[in-house]
């Protein structure tokens, strides 16, 4: 079992800059591939980034390219988001999620993912 909690979430300015956390139990996090989705009111969950089991290859949503960079620790079970040049688009709860360990793919789909951190809310102001 997987448990995944997020931080770092809050109001940030347009054109400013935020850091999400993502914190996970267990001892399969170093071959879980782990992705950060988000929601924005009345829309569906959306794929944001994805990262391979040694963080070397990630794949972005179209919208975040050249903004957003996913990383991960796997000494410290952590997966960022850092999210620069933010917009008011870019406004939603934001999830940290997990494949289940030992699947390799790099999906976008949320329905492969087995495990889901509770959310951080991210506002950005225009």
């Known amino acids: 079992q997987v448990q995944l909690v997020e931080s770092g979430g809050g109001l940030v300015q347009a054109g400013g800059s935020l850091r999400l956390s993502c914190v996970a139990s267990?001892?399969?996090?170093?071959?879980?591939?782990l992705g950060w989705f988000r929601q924005a009111p009345g829309k569906e969950r959306e794929f944001v980034a994805v990262?391979?089991?040694?963080?070397?290859?990630?794949y972005y949503i179209d919208s975040v390219k050249g903004r957003f960079t996913i990383s991960r620790d796997n000494a410290k079970n952590t997966v960022y988001l850092q999210m620069n040049i933010v917009k008011p688009e870019d406004t939603a709860v934001y999830y940290c999620?997990?494949?289940?360990?030992?699947?390799?793919?790099?999906?976008?789909?949320?329905?492969?993912?087995?495990?889901w951190g509770q959310g951080t809310q991210v506002t950005v102001s225009s």
């Open positions: 999620a997990a494949r289940p360990p030992g699947y390799r793919g790099t999906s976008y789909l949320s329905h492969e993912y087995a495990y």
């Open positions: 267990g001892r399969t996090f170093s071959t879980s591939v």
């Open positions: 990262i391979s089991w040694s963080g070397g290859i990630t």
